[in-house]
């Protein structure tokens, strides 16, 4: 380290982020142990121990929060998660290089647009006022407004994840696809497999240790769905149906300056969230994979 000290000057940037923007901040927990008052702060606000976790697991608003968010997150993993795999072995079978660059252009490009943008852009088409509801309107069915419908909402939302996302995942894939060597595919050509065989015994093989080291993440993400896109829609489909943790903390904390209550559910979903990542590591190590750590 002393000889490649100038080399190591490199990391104290990013290093310094996390510092104050990750690990600093933990601290700020132990607010939820306490009847936190901004104008005490945190070395003059009385200790209460455990009542803002009883407050919370009482509180059916938090409740249906956690149902919403655990549905939501549940409904991504089986439907948005395999979708960037999908097409990366779809765009793998395609012979011509151009194509494969042009719909990669394609499907990455609504990752760089803010939720902001995309909601407005289905809004467009799905709402009251667009082409959609026009459509329904022509055969006789009048009202159709798909963006406050709260019994679709969720498979709406997870219908925007995978139309934003599913060009990034796919260029994680893909260029995990890519690393496999040819000399795989030549072996089982000559062996007599087919498309769908050598895709399914070297092309997904070669992708199960990407695939479970994103899927860990995810699981460990379980409990974050989305902040933005569902603060900017739960005014059209009503809290019973976009309320989830995140919106939760931010209208129970910042907007109703509940603060105690606010950062035990904030520390509930990180706890949550680190016991789901160890557990779905060691899960993947005993079914012989390498895992996260």
């Known amino acids: 380290m002393k000889r490649e000290r100038a080399t190591y000057l490199f990391i104290v940037p990013g290093l310094l982020f996390f510092l104050l923007f990750a690990y600093l901040p933990l601290a700020g927990n132990v607010v939820a142990f306490q009847d936190y008052s901004p104008y005490w702060g945190i070395g003059g606000s009385e200790w209460v121990g455990l009542q803002n976790f009883a407050a919370m697991f009482n509180d059916p608003q938090f409740l ?52 902001v943008i995309v909601i407005a852009i289905w809004q467009q088409v799905l709402g009251g006022a667009g082409p959609v509801a026009e459509l329904f309107a022509t055969i006789g069915i009048d009202g159709v407004n798909i963006m406050s419908d709260p019994e679709t909402f969720k498979a709406l939302v ?13 260029i ?57 896109q569902l603060l900017l ?4 489909v009503g809290s019973a149906a976009a309320e989830v943790l995140d919106t939760f903390v931010y209208y129970r904390g910042i907007a109703g300056g509940d603060w105690g209550l606010s950062t035990a559910a904030g ?24 895992g996260l750590f």
Not at 159 to 165: A, L
Not at 280 to 289: D, I, P, S
């Open 172 to 228: 994680i894939f893909f260029a995990a696809i890519t690393a496999i060597p040819n000399e795989l595919y030549e072996a089982a050509a000559v062996d007599g497999a087919g498309s769908m065989r050598r895709t399914w015994h070297v092309t997904l093989p070669g992708l199960v240790p990407v695939i479970t080291l994103l899927l860990i993440l995810t699981i460990g993400n379980v409990l974050t769905v989305g902040f933005e």
């Open 267 to 290: 520390l509930f979903k990180g706890v949550i969230g680190t016991i789901l990542v160890i557990a779905a590591n060691k899960f993947a190590k005993r079914l012989g994979t390498e």
């Open 64 to 115: 249906r929060a956690l149902t919403n968010t655990l549905v939501i997150s549940f409904l991504q993993i089986v439907f948005a998660f395999p979708a960037p795999i999908l097409l990366a072995l779809l765009l793998n079978s395609l012979i011509s290089e151009r194509i494969k660059r042009v719909v990669q252009s394609i499907v990455y490009l609504p990752h760089f647009i803010s939720w």
């Open 233 to 236: 829609q739960q005014p059209a």
């Open 158 to 170: 997870v219908s925007q994840v995978v139309w934003k996302d599913i060009g990034w995942g796919t």
